[in-house]
Protein backbone atom coordinates (compact mmCIF):
# COMPACT_ATOMS: atom_id res chain seq x y z
CA UNK A 1 0.00 0.00 0.00
CA UNK A 2 1.22 3.35 -1.12
CA UNK A 3 1.74 6.61 1.02
CA UNK A 4 -1.42 8.11 -0.51
CA UNK A 5 -3.87 4.91 -0.21
CA UNK A 6 -2.51 4.63 3.52
CA UNK A 7 -3.44 8.23 3.79
CA UNK A 8 -7.12 8.20 2.09
CA UNK A 9 -7.67 4.88 4.66
CA UNK A 10 -6.91 7.12 7.45
CA UNK A 11 -9.02 9.58 6.50
CA UNK A 12 -11.82 7.07 6.16
CA UNK A 13 -11.03 6.00 9.47
CA UNK A 14 -11.04 9.36 10.89
CA UNK A 15 -14.44 10.60 9.49
CA UNK A 16 -16.54 7.20 10.89
CA UNK A 17 -15.31 7.86 14.34
CA UNK A 18 -16.69 11.29 13.81
CA UNK A 19 -20.08 10.39 11.96
CA UNK A 20 -20.34 7.35 14.91
CA UNK A 21 -19.63 10.04 17.99
CA UNK A 22 -22.20 11.84 16.37
CA UNK A 23 -24.68 9.58 16.36
CA UNK A 24 -23.27 8.69 20.37
CA UNK A 25 -24.84 12.54 20.72
CA UNK A 26 -27.99 12.02 19.27
CA UNK A 27 -28.97 8.89 20.98
CA UNK A 28 -28.31 10.53 23.77
CA UNK A 29 -30.83 13.29 23.21
CA UNK A 30 -34.63 13.37 23.70
CA UNK A 31 -36.60 11.21 21.30
CA UNK A 32 -37.97 14.76 20.04
CA UNK A 33 -34.86 16.44 19.53
CA UNK A 34 -33.30 13.13 18.00
CA UNK A 35 -36.06 13.16 15.34
CA UNK A 36 -36.04 16.80 14.54
CA UNK A 37 -32.66 16.51 13.39
CA UNK A 38 -32.77 13.37 11.45
CA UNK A 39 -33.00 14.50 7.69
CA UNK A 40 -36.39 12.89 6.39
CA UNK A 41 -37.50 11.53 9.95
CA UNK A 42 -41.10 11.20 8.80
CA UNK A 43 -40.17 7.27 7.69
CA UNK A 44 -40.38 4.86 10.64
CA UNK A 45 -37.32 2.85 8.63
CA UNK A 46 -34.90 6.14 8.89
CA UNK A 47 -35.36 6.12 12.21
CA UNK A 48 -34.63 2.32 13.02
CA UNK A 49 -31.44 2.46 10.84
CA UNK A 50 -30.29 5.65 13.12
CA UNK A 51 -30.80 3.61 16.51
CA UNK A 52 -34.73 4.35 17.43
CA UNK A 53 -35.67 0.37 17.67
CA UNK A 54 -39.04 0.79 19.07
CA UNK A 55 -42.24 1.54 17.64
CA UNK A 56 -44.11 3.64 19.70
CA UNK A 57 -40.87 5.48 20.14
CA UNK A 58 -40.61 5.91 16.94
CA UNK A 59 -44.14 6.71 16.21
CA UNK A 60 -43.88 9.71 18.71
CA UNK A 61 -40.59 11.25 17.38
CA UNK A 62 -42.42 11.56 13.46
CA UNK A 63 -45.30 13.07 15.46
CA UNK A 64 -42.90 15.22 16.85
CA UNK A 65 -40.92 16.07 13.73
CA UNK A 66 -44.29 16.69 11.83
CA UNK A 67 -45.48 19.17 14.41
CA UNK A 68 -42.27 20.94 14.74
CA UNK A 69 -42.34 21.50 10.55
CA UNK A 70 -46.03 22.31 10.66
CA UNK A 71 -46.26 25.76 9.57
CA UNK A 72 -48.89 27.83 12.30
CA UNK A 73 -52.58 27.76 10.70
CA UNK A 74 -53.85 30.33 9.17
CA UNK A 75 -55.17 33.26 10.57
CA UNK A 76 -53.64 32.74 14.07
CA UNK A 77 -50.83 35.40 15.19
CA UNK A 78 -47.19 34.70 15.67
CA UNK A 79 -44.61 36.72 17.46
CA UNK A 80 -44.12 38.02 14.14
CA UNK A 81 -46.99 39.04 13.02
CA UNK A 82 -47.55 43.14 13.20
CA UNK A 83 -51.11 42.77 14.89
CA UNK A 84 -49.26 40.10 17.67
CA UNK A 85 -50.09 40.57 21.52
CA UNK A 86 -47.31 41.97 23.59
CA UNK A 87 -44.86 39.18 25.44
CA UNK A 88 -46.44 38.57 29.12
CA UNK A 89 -50.00 39.29 28.02
CA UNK A 90 -52.65 36.80 26.33
CA UNK A 91 -53.99 38.13 23.25
CA UNK A 92 -57.33 39.01 23.25
CA UNK A 93 -57.81 40.10 26.55
CA UNK A 94 -58.29 43.51 27.54
CA UNK A 95 -55.36 46.12 29.13
CA UNK A 96 -57.03 46.40 32.52
CA UNK A 97 -57.32 43.53 34.74
CA UNK A 98 -60.63 42.70 35.97
CA UNK A 99 -61.75 43.70 39.53
CA UNK A 100 -61.82 41.28 42.21
CA UNK A 101 -64.91 40.16 43.82
CA UNK A 102 -62.97 40.84 47.59
CA UNK A 103 -62.29 44.59 46.28
CA UNK A 104 -66.28 45.27 45.94
CA UNK A 105 -66.76 43.86 49.87
CA UNK A 106 -67.08 46.36 52.30
CA UNK A 107 -66.65 44.50 55.09
CA UNK A 108 -66.41 40.95 56.37
CA UNK A 109 -69.02 39.87 58.13
CA UNK A 110 -68.93 36.46 59.05
CA UNK A 111 -65.54 34.81 58.42
CA UNK A 112 -64.89 31.37 57.20
CA UNK A 113 -64.05 29.43 60.62
CA UNK A 114 -67.15 30.93 62.16
CA UNK A 115 -69.10 29.88 59.00
CA UNK A 116 -67.71 26.31 59.77
CA UNK A 117 -68.57 26.54 63.74
CA UNK A 118 -71.92 27.47 62.22
CA UNK A 119 -73.03 24.81 60.22
CA UNK A 120 -71.29 21.66 62.87
CA UNK A 121 -73.94 23.74 65.30
CA UNK A 122 -76.71 23.76 63.26
CA UNK A 123 -76.37 19.95 61.91
CA UNK A 124 -75.94 18.89 65.34
CA UNK A 125 -79.45 20.44 66.16
CA UNK A 126 -81.14 18.84 62.76
CA UNK A 127 -79.02 15.09 63.55
CA UNK A 128 -80.98 15.17 66.99
CA UNK A 129 -83.82 16.42 65.78
CA UNK A 130 -84.35 13.87 62.71
CA UNK A 131 -82.29 11.13 64.50
CA UNK A 132 -85.39 8.58 63.98
CA UNK A 133 -86.67 10.01 61.02
CA UNK A 134 -85.07 9.98 57.33
CA UNK A 135 -86.15 13.54 56.40
CA UNK A 136 -86.59 15.23 52.95
CA UNK A 137 -84.13 18.22 52.69
CA UNK A 138 -85.42 20.94 50.03
CA UNK A 139 -82.45 22.92 49.10
CA UNK A 140 -83.94 26.31 48.09
CA UNK A 141 -81.87 27.02 44.90
CA UNK A 142 -79.56 29.09 43.93
CA UNK A 143 -78.67 30.81 47.41
CA UNK A 144 -78.47 27.57 49.63
CA UNK A 145 -76.28 25.28 47.47
CA UNK A 146 -73.15 25.82 49.42
CA UNK A 147 -74.74 25.99 52.53
CA UNK A 148 -76.16 22.83 52.00
CA UNK A 149 -73.31 21.18 50.36
CA UNK A 150 -71.83 21.72 53.86
CA UNK A 151 -74.50 20.80 55.79
CA UNK A 152 -75.48 17.71 54.78
CA UNK A 153 -71.89 16.18 54.80
CA UNK A 154 -72.06 16.77 58.40
CA UNK A 155 -75.17 14.93 59.14
CA UNK A 156 -74.57 11.41 60.22
CA UNK A 157 -78.72 10.30 60.02
CA UNK A 158 -80.04 8.77 56.75
CA UNK A 159 -81.62 11.85 54.30
CA UNK A 160 -82.80 12.38 50.88
CA UNK A 161 -82.14 15.66 48.99
CA UNK A 162 -84.35 18.05 46.66
CA UNK A 163 -84.22 21.27 45.15
CA UNK A 164 -86.71 24.03 44.63
CA UNK A 165 -86.43 27.30 42.97
CA UNK A 166 -87.77 30.68 44.66
CA UNK A 167 -86.65 33.68 43.31
CA UNK A 168 -87.38 37.31 45.32
CA UNK A 169 -84.78 39.75 44.48
CA UNK A 170 -83.62 39.79 41.00
CA UNK A 171 -81.49 42.41 40.23
CA UNK A 172 -82.17 44.90 43.22
CA UNK A 173 -81.05 44.65 47.01
CA UNK A 174 -85.07 44.68 47.79
CA UNK A 175 -87.09 41.59 47.77
CA UNK A 176 -90.61 40.99 46.30
CA UNK A 177 -93.61 38.52 46.21
CA UNK A 178 -91.75 34.86 45.81
CA UNK A 179 -92.31 33.02 42.50
CA UNK A 180 -91.50 29.00 43.19
CA UNK A 181 -90.80 26.96 40.34
CA UNK A 182 -89.53 23.17 40.11
CA UNK A 183 -91.09 22.00 43.81
CA UNK A 184 -90.86 18.37 44.56
CA UNK A 185 -93.48 16.21 43.52
CA UNK A 186 -96.82 15.28 45.90
CA UNK A 187 -95.06 11.52 45.37
CA UNK A 188 -92.27 13.14 46.69
CA UNK A 189 -93.45 14.64 49.92
CA UNK A 190 -96.59 12.79 50.46
CA UNK A 191 -96.16 11.51 54.33
CA UNK A 192 -92.40 12.85 54.72
CA UNK A 193 -90.69 15.20 57.24
CA UNK A 194 -89.74 17.96 55.04
CA UNK A 195 -86.80 20.72 55.85
CA UNK A 196 -86.44 23.86 53.61
CA UNK A 197 -82.95 24.81 53.66
CA UNK A 198 -82.33 28.12 52.69
CA UNK A 199 -79.60 30.95 52.98
CA UNK A 200 -81.26 33.71 54.42
CA UNK A 201 -84.14 34.66 56.20
CA UNK A 202 -85.29 38.17 55.80
CA UNK A 203 -88.72 39.54 55.04
CA UNK A 204 -90.13 35.73 55.56
CA UNK A 205 -92.62 35.50 52.39
CA UNK A 206 -90.38 32.61 50.21
CA UNK A 207 -90.23 30.55 53.43
CA UNK A 208 -93.81 30.88 54.59
CA UNK A 209 -95.13 30.32 50.52
CA UNK A 210 -92.80 27.52 50.31
CA UNK A 211 -93.89 26.00 53.66
CA UNK A 212 -97.96 26.29 52.76
CA UNK A 213 -96.88 24.91 49.40
CA UNK A 214 -95.38 21.35 50.76
CA UNK A 215 -97.85 20.97 53.28
CA UNK A 216 -100.47 21.69 50.59
CA UNK A 217 -98.39 18.37 49.11
CA UNK A 218 -98.91 15.94 51.65
CA UNK A 219 -96.04 16.31 53.92
CA UNK A 220 -96.47 14.93 57.60
CA UNK A 221 -94.08 17.85 59.00
CA UNK A 222 -92.47 21.20 57.53
CA UNK A 223 -89.40 23.00 58.84
CA UNK A 224 -87.18 25.41 58.20
CA UNK A 225 -83.48 25.95 58.39
CA UNK A 226 -81.35 29.01 57.34
CA UNK A 227 -78.31 29.88 57.82
CA UNK A 228 -78.70 34.00 58.28
CA UNK A 229 -81.34 35.39 60.13
CA UNK A 230 -82.18 38.87 59.49
CA UNK A 231 -84.96 40.16 62.05
CA UNK A 232 -84.87 43.53 60.51
CA UNK A 233 -86.94 42.96 57.47
CA UNK A 234 -89.50 40.72 58.80
CA UNK A 235 -92.69 41.31 56.40
CA UNK A 236 -94.70 38.94 58.64
CA UNK A 237 -94.21 36.57 61.37
CA UNK A 238 -92.14 33.92 60.71
CA UNK A 239 -89.18 32.48 62.45
CA UNK A 240 -86.77 29.64 61.16
CA UNK A 241 -86.96 26.52 63.25
CA UNK A 242 -82.83 26.05 62.49
CA UNK A 243 -80.45 29.58 62.45
CA UNK A 244 -76.98 29.65 61.95
CA UNK A 245 -76.47 33.18 62.31
CA UNK A 246 -78.54 36.22 63.06
CA UNK A 247 -77.07 39.69 61.57
CA UNK A 248 -77.72 42.96 61.06
CA UNK A 249 -79.76 44.85 58.23
CA UNK A 250 -77.34 44.98 55.70
CA UNK A 251 -77.08 43.77 52.30
CA UNK A 252 -75.03 40.56 52.29
CA UNK A 253 -73.19 38.25 50.23
CA UNK A 254 -70.70 35.60 49.59
CA UNK A 255 -70.99 31.99 50.73
CA UNK A 256 -73.85 31.49 47.98
CA UNK A 257 -75.28 34.61 48.70
CA UNK A 258 -75.28 36.32 45.71
CA UNK A 259 -76.31 40.12 44.14
CA UNK A 260 -77.23 39.99 40.20
CA UNK A 261 -76.06 36.43 40.00
CA UNK A 262 -71.92 37.48 41.22
CA UNK A 263 -70.20 37.35 44.85
CA UNK A 264 -71.38 33.35 45.02
CA UNK A 265 -67.91 31.96 45.59
CA UNK A 266 -66.57 33.97 48.24
CA UNK A 267 -65.83 32.02 50.86
CA UNK A 268 -67.21 34.38 53.69
CA UNK A 269 -70.35 36.16 54.12
CA UNK A 270 -69.46 40.20 53.78
CA UNK A 271 -71.46 43.58 53.35
CA UNK A 272 -71.06 44.74 49.70
CA UNK A 273 -70.09 47.75 49.18
CA UNK A 274 -72.86 50.57 47.69
CA UNK A 275 -70.55 51.43 44.71
CA UNK A 276 -70.47 47.60 43.63
CA UNK A 277 -74.35 47.58 43.68
CA UNK A 278 -74.36 51.01 41.39
CA UNK A 279 -72.19 49.45 39.32
CA UNK A 280 -74.23 46.45 38.86
CA UNK A 281 -77.34 47.74 38.64
CA UNK A 282 -75.61 50.81 35.60
CA UNK A 283 -74.45 47.49 33.55
CA UNK A 284 -78.19 45.83 34.32
CA UNK A 285 -79.98 49.22 32.38
Avoid at 252 to 267: C, I, Q
Wanted: charged share 30%; net charge positive; proline share 7%.
Amino acid sequence: MDLARAERALDSWRIGLDRSAGERRARAQSPFEFASAIPGSRSRETLFSRGVGDCSIADTCIKAAARKRRPPPRGRRTASSPDAAPAGRRPDTPSQPHRRVHDEIERILLGEAELRAGVERVAAEIAREYRADEPLLVAVLDGSLVFVADLIRRLPIPLRLTTARARSYGTGTTGGPPALTGLPTPDEVQGRRVLVVDDILDSGRTLAALVRELAARGARDVRTCVLLDKPARRALAFEADHVGFRIEDAFVVGYGLDHAGRYRNLPYVGVLAARASARVQEART
